[in-house]
């Protein structure tokens, strides 16, 4: 794995920037010298986040469709245009997990407007600007991050499994249909990992069993490079 990558040049988002998966990948990809723009609901964590690491912070949720356009607006003035789009930010749907018997409806629109709709709506917000980019000849990315619950059946996780298991195949079906576009769409799961997330689905899990956020987007951010014709490009400043 490539360490210490010279990401000069390439524009990127990250929804749920502000914890766990999402923060170590603004903190590595701005470390890198990416441009990047970061979205989250609170606005003091955004704000926190953004001085610590020179990123663009954009208060917004994901959500909530009348922030979408706002959410995408802010991210092309800010980058000046868009090659990678990583849609983290996530819903576990019910607190504490729940059998799908007793999730209330409402627990599952919760989980599907955040990791399946939210997503499908920045993404297509945002679609026009990663084909310019793919047509400029930078390449253009979606990175959907998924789960090995959106394939394995496990009780208790029924809103979540399902609203991942549904963004996957959304995922490869508009793969298949930007090709034209020039734009790749990958779902990636990053496996379990130590984040308030995982903390609030399973409180009594042992963090020492669990991947660092840092480990898995380190493995994402080497994953989009491969993904990217610009790689090349990219790594000729790297410094290994």
Request: aromatic residues 4%; negative net charge; glycine residues 10%.
């Amino acid at each position: 794995m490539q360490t210490n990558i010279d990401l000069q040049g390439l524009r990127v988002a990250v929804t749920g920037g502000t914890s766990g998966l999402g923060l170590a990948l603004v903190r590595q990809l701005a470390e890198q010298g990416a441009s990047v723009a970061f979205v989250a609901r609170t606005t003091a964590n955004v704000e926190r986040i953004a001085d610590e690491t020179g990123a663009h912070g954009i208060v917004g949720d994901i959500g909530n469709k009348e922030d979408i356009y706002p959410i995408a607006l802010q991210v092309t003035a800010s980058l000046g245009g868009l090659d990678v789009l990583i849609n983290n930010a996530s819903s576990l749907g019910p607190v504490p997990l729940a059998l799908l018997a007793d999730t209330e409806c409402e627990e599952l629109e919760k989980a599907l407007a955040v990791n399946l709709v939210g997503a499908f709506r920045l993404t297509k917000a945002l679609f026009g600007a990663l084909a310019a980019s793919a047509r400029g000849s930078r390449g253009a990315l979606v990175i959907n991050i998924s789960s090995d619950a959106a394939v394995n059946a496990y009780p208790g996780w029924g809103a979540y499994g399902a609203s991942k298991a549904a963004l996957a195949h959304l995922t490869a079906i508009w793969d298949e249909e930007a090709k034209a576009d020039g734009i790749r769409l990958l779902a990636l799961d990053p496996g379990d990992m130590n984040t308030p997330l995982h903390a609030l689905a399973l409180p009594d899990a042992d963090p020492s069993t669990l991947k660092r956020p840092e480990v898995a987007a380190a493995e994402i951010i080497e994953k989009t490079l491969d993904a990217l014709p610009v790689r090349s490009t990219l790594l000729a400043g790297a410094h290994t």
